[in-house]
């Protein structure tokens, strides 16, 4: 069995509960040295054999999960953050169909969440966007044109914005005509691990800051006036709301309209 398990952004701790066992059961491990934390190999079994992912091409990976499983033995391929997301995990499980090898898949703690947890910020604020959208500008991989970060800006929606660090100008000239200059972003290199670092500026300052701060790769961008002081707070906890699991305080839960509907 192959498992794909996502190891989260960096800290060891952050890979799930679920990721920790697998990868502490498994005979054969493939990480991605150039972004996953050696630090979560500790939880490997001490004998087993381990690949750096970041050295091999597509046929050479799947070579050494078809030997491992011929041998009986089960393999945990490491993806960072969640393999869902940037992971290139389909062209694996595509060969591994064709092979008739099974495997499953254990979700992990992605870089943009990591991101908003060491902002302390939530993503989607009431008042300002519920709509976070996940993207990156085109590199070797091209966007589909529909996606562009410019077409994508005018939405005003909270931005996650990915592999596209070492491109911050062109970020955030897509992005300014429809956000504004002063729109909030922050830019979080290596978000989780020892040597993180955080950037916070408006779009306009971000170019200028985030090169200040050395950082072109490994790094989330994220833009939206989530960043910012003003949103409205949540009826989920607002006193006057009531929901399947609680009931508003009597004195505003039972206003006229709502008389004898209880
Ligand atoms: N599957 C991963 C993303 C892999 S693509 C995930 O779910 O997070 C690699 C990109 O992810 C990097 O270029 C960077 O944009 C982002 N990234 C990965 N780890 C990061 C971290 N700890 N902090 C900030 N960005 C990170």
Redesign the pocket.
């Known amino acids: 069995m192959i498992y794909f398990i996502?190891a989260g952004?960096?800290d060891a701790e952050l890979i799930t509960v679920k990721g920790m066992r697998l990868l502490g059961a498994c005979d054969v491990v493939i990480y991605a040295g150039s972004?996953i934390n050696p630090e979560i190999l500790k939880y490997a079994k001490k004998d087993a054999e381990f690949h750096d992912s970041s050295r091999l091409n597509l046929e050479e990976i799947i070579e050494i999960m078809k030997k491992a499983c011929e041998g009986g033995q089960d393999v945990a391929r490491l993806?960072?953050?969640?393999?869902?997301?940037?992971?290139a995990v389909r062209e694996q499980m595509e060969r591994l169909d064709e092979l008739g090898i099974g495997y499953e898949v254990c979700p992990?703690?992605?870089?943009?969440t990591?991101?908003a947890a060491v902002l302390k910020k939530e993503l989607t604020v009431p008042g300002v966007s519920q709509t976070l959208i996940i993207t990156?500008l085109g590199g070797r991989t091209p966007v589909p044109e529909g996606e562009s970060l410019k077409s994508l800006a005018k939405h005003g929606a909270s931005m996650a914005?990915?592999?596209?660090?070492d491109m911050i100008d062109k970020v955030i000239d897509e992005l300014t005509n429809s956000y504004g200059p002063d729109t909030p972003a922050a830019v979080?290199?290596?978000?989780?691990?020892p040597e993180?670092k955080i950037v916070m500026a408006t779009l306009k300052d971000m170019p200028q800051r985030a090169k200040q701060a050395g950082i072109d790769?490994?790094?989330?961008?994220l833009v939206g006036d989530f960043l910012g002081k003003k949103y409205e707070r949540s009826m989920l906890y607002h006193s006057a709301f009531s929901h399947g699991f609680r009931t508003a305080e009597k004195y505003i839960a039972k206003p006229a309209h709502r008389e004898g509907m209880q």
Do not use: E, N
């Not at 992990?108 to 943009?112: A, D, K, R, T």
């Not at 914005?161 to 660090?165: D, H, Q």
């Not at 979080?188 to 691990?193: D, E, I, L, S």
């Not at 790769?217 to 961008?221: M, P, S, V």
């Open positions: 996502g952004p960096g972004l993806h960072t953050g969640d393999p869902s997301i940037y992971g992990g703690v992605s870089s943009f990591a991101a990156r914005i990915f592999l596209s660090a979080v290199y290596k978000a989780t691990w993180q790769r490994t790094a989330i961008i």
